[in-house]
Every structure is written in structure tokens, then in C-alpha cells.
């Protein structure tokens, strides 16, 4: 069993900036890749970002120069960096691991980009 446990979210501003952390615990081993998907009321789940175990990093076009995702490998920890903050980037905002071709996913972080 493998848990993920995000941290980090909140209230801003719009230009703002925030950090979420995901922490990943339990049954697992190696660097896996991760990543953050975030999903908005009324709409779907999108990918904001992700970084493979190799350190490969993607972006979603609507973040790219705003957000910057990193890790800790060794501890299977990711975190988002979160910079120049819309209202449209407030959703929900979710951990993913990739573990032995398992998806895994954390409760989710509230961000909220308000004035």
C-alpha cells in the first residue's frame, strides 16, 4: 500500500505564489515518477505537471513559466512552485505516483486564487 500526503495549499492573491509538497510513504521502492494533476469545479481533471525518475520534467501550456515541479528523490517527495498565480489556477490539487504500473493519488490540496 502506498500513500501520498500533499501539504500546501490555501488562499492567494492573484500574483501570489505557493508551494504544495507531496510526501509519498509505504509499500514502495525506487525513484518513481510523479506529478500533479488539479481539477477545477465543473471540470475534468487535467495534468498541470509531472517529473520522471530520470528528472524529465513536462508542463501544461497554461502553466509553463509559472509553475516549476521538483523532487527529492530519495524520499519519493515532489513539490510544485507555484508562481504569478491566476484565478483560473484555483481547483483542487492532486498527487500522482506511478508505482509498479499502479496510479496513486493523494486526498488533494484546496488552492484558491482570490482578490
Known amino acids: 500500500q502506498v500513500q501520498l500526503v500533499e501539504s500546501g495549499g490555501g488562499l492567494v492573491q492573484p500574483g501570489g505564489s505557493l508551494r504544495l509538497s507531496c510526501a509519498a510513504s509505504?509499500?514502495?521502492?525506487?525513484?518513481?515518477?510523479m506529478g500533479w494533476f488539479r481539477q477545477a469545479p465543473g471540470k475534468q481533471r487535467e495534468l498541470v505537471a509531472r517529473?520522471?525518475?530520470?528528472?524529465?520534467?513536462y508542463y501544461a501550456d497554461s502553466v509553463k513559466g509559472r509553475f516549476t515541479i521538483s523532487r527529492n528523490g530519495v524520499i519519493n517527495t515532489v513539490y510544485l512552485q507555484m508562481n504569478s498565480l491566476k484565478p483560473e489556477d484555483t481547483a483542487v490539487y492532486y498527487c500522482?505516483?506511478?508505482?509498479?504500473?499502479?496510479?496513486?493519488w493523494g486526498q488533494g490540496t484546496q488552492v484558491t486564487v482570490s482578490s
Open positions: 517529473i520522471t525518475s530520470g528528472g524529465n520534467t
Open positions: 509505504g509499500s514502495i521502492f525506487g525513484i518513481n515518477p
Open positions: 500522482h505516483l506511478l508505482h509498479q504500473w499502479q496510479d496513486y
